[in-house]
């Protein structure tokens, strides 16, 4: 591991928390988005998005070790993807609503806001944790530093 890796660890990992912030924020704004994609002749809702991570690739270090049955230290962490939530969307009737079908029911989106203000605050909790190891880090860091001078 060198001098520097905890900094990065922590920094891709405040990344990663701040991307999910905001696809967190898109889907609570997004709750009641009746006409988000037209499918087959009729809109569909919005449906409710998810960050999936994945560790950083390590580079060959990382792969050696691996390959020698070892575990290698972590590089941090990466947004791969955002990916839908394949829950079924709600049906809900209401027949005066523009976007009513036949029967007089509408699709509503799939995001639950008490299930995204829980991801918020687990999203903001990692973000502080993160902040708090950077700045652990670099306090060690310019300790360090100080000791080599003296």
Do not use: C
Not at 119 to 125: E, G, N, V
Not at 132 to 143: C, D, G, S, W
């Amino acid at each position: 591991m060198h001098m520097f890796d905890g900094l990065a660890i922590s920094a891709s990992g405040l990344t990663a928390q701040r991307f999910r912030m905001d696809v967190i924020s898109s889907n609570i704004a997004n709750a009641n988005t009746t006409r988000s994609e037209y499918v087959d002749g009729q809109w569909l809702p919005y449906r409710r998005k998810m960050v999936r991570f994945e560790p950083m690739p390590g580079g060959f270090a990382s792969a050696l070790q691996k390959a020698m049955g070892r575990g290698a230290p972590g590089k941090g962490v990466v947004a791969k993807a955002i990916v839908g939530d394949p829950t079924p969307f709600q049906q809900v009737y209401m027949p005066e609503h523009p976007d009513a079908n036949e029967e007089g029911f509408v699709l509503l989106p799939n995001v639950d806001i008490l299930k995204e203000q829980v991801d918020l605050l687990t999203a903001t909790r990692m973000y502080e944790a993160n902040v708090t190891a950077f700045q652990a880090t670099k306090a060690m860091l310019t300790k360090a530093l100080e000791i080599g001078r003296g």
